[in-house]
């Protein structure tokens, strides 16, 4: 049983042709404003002593960092306003209400990070990658998670899920409706459970994390994001969703095919739900999945190339800054992935996002603005 096509338009309403044709007309006719509030860093710094700070932090032992962190986000504060006035991605797009915010999660992340260069030089030669590596798993993940639009597109698919769930599960406990609606869910094992209770859309949560306890007790990630719900016996349904940087969508289905044998190996699944203090913890038995389709959704920002194809196979300089603020995070695109390799069957969706924005940001550690 898969999501049929018309849940997957229904759920994308905004990235059919006619809203899509729409979005690039708005972005052909946007004007790249005139320059941004421009000014001097008040102690201008050349680029090696920029990457020297940060790869002293990232090489140091984590309990004397503070000093290091204390300089890099003092940095951050001061450099940060000119880098943002000049694109299209904001602060609230982030889910940040101001730039303190902002500098204090790349600083707590830039907290436990670290490096396996021995010297600023090898860093240096790496520095490429290890932007790319912050800009996908610091500042994508956390856009996917708080973006506000993103937030109401992705709790409309959660719903749309629970409803193909619930059409697996009779109304009735006769044995006419069990005939006429087989069962097609199953637990970690792979063994199909037989459903009486639906799954509501009040008992639906956001998780911002999902981490595992394998049998050693030691608790690891296991998927990037995603929402649960439970209904009345106590069992859950589960809606996955990997982020990914353009170039890893390809190794997306085989992670993907992984997701119930890892499960399986399992003791619980830890949920970190958004706004509860407490993580809701699962027996693998009790969460449940579609048993031809586990509506995994793999989201990834547009390409530079898909970003050209929206415009219509070209983009001036300037097209960047032109982007409206209200169209950063738009769904572009949702289409249906199948990987006979994996045997796996899942969602790919893009937003209107660019790599080259989120480096921009990371790249104030390194270079002046």
């Known amino acids: 049983m898969a999501i049929p096509r018309k849940v997957i ?120 990658g290890w932007r790319w590596n912050f800009v996908g798993r610091v500042l994508f993940e956390r856009l996917v998670k708080y973006h506000p639009k993103l937030d109401e597109f992705f709790r409309s698919a959660a719903k749309a899920f629970l409803g193909v769930l619930n059409e697996a599960i009779p109304a009735t406990s006769a044995a006419k409706e069990r005939k006429r609606f087989p069962t097609a869910l199953v637990d970690a094992f792979g063994k199909v459970r037989e459903v009486k209770s639906r799954f509501g859309p009040r008992s639906l949560r956001k998780v911002l994390e999902f981490r595992l306890v394998g049998a050693d007790g030691v608790e690891r990630a296991y998927t990037d994001f995603g929402f649960i719900a439970k209904n009345s016996e106590g069992v859950w349904a589960a809606m996955p969703i990997e982020i990914k940087m353009p170039t890893a969508l390809s190794g ?43 509506a995994q959704i793999a989201v990834a920002p547009l390409s530079e190339k898909g970003f050209r194809d929206l415009l219509g196979g070209s983009a001036s300089p300037g097209t960047a800054r032109a982007v409206p603020a209200g169209e950063v995070g738009s769904v572009v695109s949702l289409d249906q992935g199948v990987s006979p390799t994996h ?19 990371v790249r104030v550690l390194t270079d002046p603005p």
């Open 252 to 294: 997306v289905a085989k992670q993907f095919s992984e997701f119930v044998p890892r499960l399986a190996e399992a003791t619980k699944v830890i949920a970190v739900v958004e706004g509860e203090s407490e993580p809701i913890e699962i027996a693998p038995s009790n969460l449940l999945l579609m048993q031809h389709d586990k």
């Open 343 to 361: 045997s796996t069957i899942y969602y790919r969706l893009r937003v209107l996002v660019q790599r080259e924005w989120l480096e921009a940001i």
């Open 9 to 128: 338009q229904a759920v994308a309403a905004k990235t059919v042709e006619p809203e899509v044709q729409s979005l690039a007309k708005k972005l052909k006719g946007a004007k790249s404003p005139g320059p941004g509030k421009s000014t001097l860093p008040l102690n201008p710094e050349p680029p090696h002593v920029r990457v020297q700070r940060l790869y002293e932090l990232i090489s140091t032992d984590v309990a004397e960092r503070g000093q290091r962190l204390l300089e890099v986000m003092d940095r951050l504060r001061r450099d940060l306003p000119q880098v943002l006035d000049k694109l299209p991605l904001k602060l609230k797009h982030l889910g940040f209400q101001g730039l303190d915010g902002l500098v204090k999660y790349m600083g707590g992340a830039l907290e436990t990070m670290e490096t396996d260069a021995t010297s600023r030089a090898e860093f240096a030669r790496g520095l490429k």
